[in-house]
T-cell receptor, first 114, second 115 residues
Framework: AQSVTQPDIHITVSEGASLELRCNYSYGATPYLFWYVQSPGQGLQLLLKYFSGDTLVQGIKGFEAEFKRSQSSFNLRKPSVHWSDAAEYFCAVGANFGNEKLTFGTGTRLTIIP | DTGVSQNPRHKITKRGQNVTFRCDPISEHNRLYWYRQTLGQGPEFLTYFQNEAQLEKSRLLSDRFSAERPKGSFSTLEIQRTEQGDSAMYLC?????????????FGPGTRLTVL
């Protein structure tokens, strides 16, 4: 069964500082990996995705993530955060066959301080 | 706006009442998914449709839950005899099968509060 672990429940960073959110997954084959962002009371917006190829993927809003198969990780990074980045971030894994349901981690809440 | 839409955005009901939510996917998207998100958790898969066929239901979907997609376009999720444990955000997502990429587009969700 597929699973996702986001070990950090809550992270606080200063505006302008760099950010890394951790994600570890468990999946029996090559996974499809995603990062979504959710603002309070809102749905999910896709930040970036990994399917194959280059292990460093670029997304929207200046985010990037690196797929490391040996560590079963897909960490999200941003070199300089903005106050508008405050939100909940979810890592998800999905199959490329069958029902393709997404399995999400429990999320990391990001707080930005001035 | 051609994104996924959901109605209502908020629903407050009393325990024991029935509720129905609607999801309109992106036009031409073959697959439609329902997820449930409780406070402090990530979304959890409930069920999905390919066109009008409901192909899988999670164990989370008790007998009080029923979902339909009668014409392969919009979908409804009904909860009968609501319980306080049903309070959650119900998210709908859709995707096209025209690509091999499993990229699901999410709607804004319906937040259900059962009193």
């Amino acid at each position: 069964a597929q699973s996702v672990t986001q070990p950090d429940i809550h992270i606080t960073v200063s505006e302008g500082a760099s950010l890394e959110l951790r994600c570890n997954y468990s999946y029996g084959a090559t996974p499809y990996l995603f990062w979504y962002v959710q603002s309070p009371g809102q749905g999910l917006q896709l930040l970036l995705k990994y399917f194959s190829g280059d292990t460093l993927v670029q997304g929207i809003k200046g985010f990037e993530a690196e797929f490391k198969r040996s560590q079963s990780s897909f960490n999200l990074r941003k070199p300089s955060v903005h106050w508008s980045d405050a939100a909940e971030y979810f890592c998800a894994v999905g199959a490329n066959f069958g029902n393709e349901k997404l399995t999400f981690g429990t999320g990391t809440r990001l707080t930005i301080i001035p | 706006d051609t994104g996924v839409s959901q109605n209502p955005r908020h629903k407050i009901t009393k325990r024991g009442q029935n509720v129905t939510f609607r999801c309109d996917p992106i036009s031409e998207h073959n697959r439609l998914y329902w997820y449930r998100q409780t406070l402090g958790q990530g979304p959890e898969f409930l069920t999905y449709f390919q066109n009008e066929a409901q192909l899988e239901k999670s164990r989370l979907l008790s007998d009080r839950f029923s979902a339909e997609r009668p014409k392969g376009s919009f979908s409804t999720l009904e909860i009968q005899r609501t319980e306080q444990g049903d309070s959650a955000m119900y998210l709908c997502a859709s995707r096209t099968l025209d690509t091999s990429y499993n990229e699901q587009f999410f709607g804004p969700g319906t937040r259900l509060t059962v009193l």
